[in-house]
């Protein structure tokens, strides 16, 4: 999927509108997420006049009489709108994509600068996203927030940040978020006389939004018509004929999977030359492991997600009684089996990253 995502601070004037045609044509946009559109009313013909094009469906979160107002739009030839959620600082679109037949969420991010409402965002969005039967979720935006101190500069910039730091990582880590890789600036927001510069906008998904598209990365763009850069969501992978064989690193570390490999390629009986045998063997072997690897591994977010409830369940009991001593030898296993997932969990991201 792609998705083009933009501060405007304000959509006054053609200048902005001819740039809006010009990205989303010359990117192919499939979703847009604007935020600041600075307007409490917007009407077809003007959302038609952004995109070039009236074959798209749009939503309109006016904020505060404008002010952190969002702008979510969509190619309707390639996403099939079902339904949303829309609060203060955000826009959650869900729908399907068409060319995969994937249903996913869109969520279109704005909050400002006060602390209270950013952690009212994070909080929102994570108990909308827990009760939420989707699980392919992106989410984009202008979060006016950090990870680290270098993220912010300015030589005016003295304020301490660390609070702020720490929900927003809290918030990612927490719900297991993944910051796509970045290509092009490492900052999105200039000030117009270059004292200052901060990587506030940025795109969060999940791990089954990178499952389904793997190279996916957010590419930043020349800043022209706002103080923000515009960020395009997009995943360059090709059709390079069939796909290679590989493997998951987390399953070296299963005990008897070399002999599982071994007895299973014995087994295979093809026929024809030495590189027809090969190649079908690895083909056999590919869809053994995929039916293995489902059976013995899982979905490791879904197994996480059990083991923390487990681990939940005994500390509530903890709180009103004693734990057994059979109790307490069981939440030491979760625990250990939790650090196992996050290690594998970490390995998984890794190799993607490098693959990518």
């Not at 405007?8 to 001819?18: L, V």
């Not at 970045?182 to 990178?210: C, H, P, Q, Y």
Request: charged share 25%.
């Amino acid at each position: 999927m792609i998705i083009v995502n933009l501060n405007i601070r304000g959509m006054g004037g053609s200048t902005k509108a001819r740039y809006m045609r010009q990205i989303i044509a010359c990117e192919g946009a499939e979703v847009v997420c604007i935020q600041e559109t600075k307007t409490k009313e917007l009407s077809d013909a003007k959302c038609y006049s952004l995109w070039g094009d009236n074959k798209i469906g749009w939503l309109h979160n006016e904020g505060d009489n404008g002010s952190g107002s969002l702008l979510t739009m969509w190619s309707k030839e390639d996403f099939s709108y079902m339904s949303h959620l829309m609060w203060k600082g955000f826009i959650v679109v869900i729908g399907i994509y068409l060319k995969s037949n994937i249903t996913c969420a869109v969520v279109n991010v704005y909050v400002n600068c006060n602390l209270n409402d950013k952690k009212m965002l994070w909080t929102e969005l994570s108990n909308i996203k827990a009760t939420s039967q989707v699980t392919v979720w992106c989410l984009c935006g202008d979060f006016n927030a950090t990870r680290s101190r270098s993220e912010r500069r300015g030589i005016h910039d003295r304020d301490d940040h660390s609070s702020e730091i720490r929900g927003f990582n809290t918030f990612i880590d927490s719900n297991l978020l993944i910051d796509l890789p970045i290509v092009g600036k490492k900052f999105t927001w200039f000030k117009s006389n270059g004292s200052a510069k901060s990587r506030l906008d940025r795109v969060l998904v999940f791990m089954e939004w990178m499952d389904k598209w793997p190279m996916c990365k957010q590419y930043v763009q020349p800043r022209e018509v706002s103080d923000h850069c515009t960020i395009v969501v997009k995943s360059l992978d090709k059709d390079w004929g069939p796909k290679p064989f590989r493997t998951i690193d987390a399953w070296l570390t299963k005990r008897g999977f070399s002999e599982l490999v071994k007895n299973n390629w014995n087994s295979y009986s093809v026929q024809g030359n030495a590189f027809v045998r090969f190649k079908e063997k690895l083909k056999c072997l590919k869809g053994d492991l995929k039916v293995w690897n489902r059976n013995v591994f899982g979905n490791i977010n879904t197994r996480k997600r059990r083991i923390l409830q487990e681990i939940e369940d005994l500390d509530c009991q903890y709180c009103n009684t004693t734990l057994t001593e059979g109790d307490r030898v069981k939440r030491r296993e979760l625990v250990i089996c939790m650090k196992e997932l996050d290690k594998k969990l970490d390995s998984l991201i890794c190799q993607k990253a490098r693959a990518s």
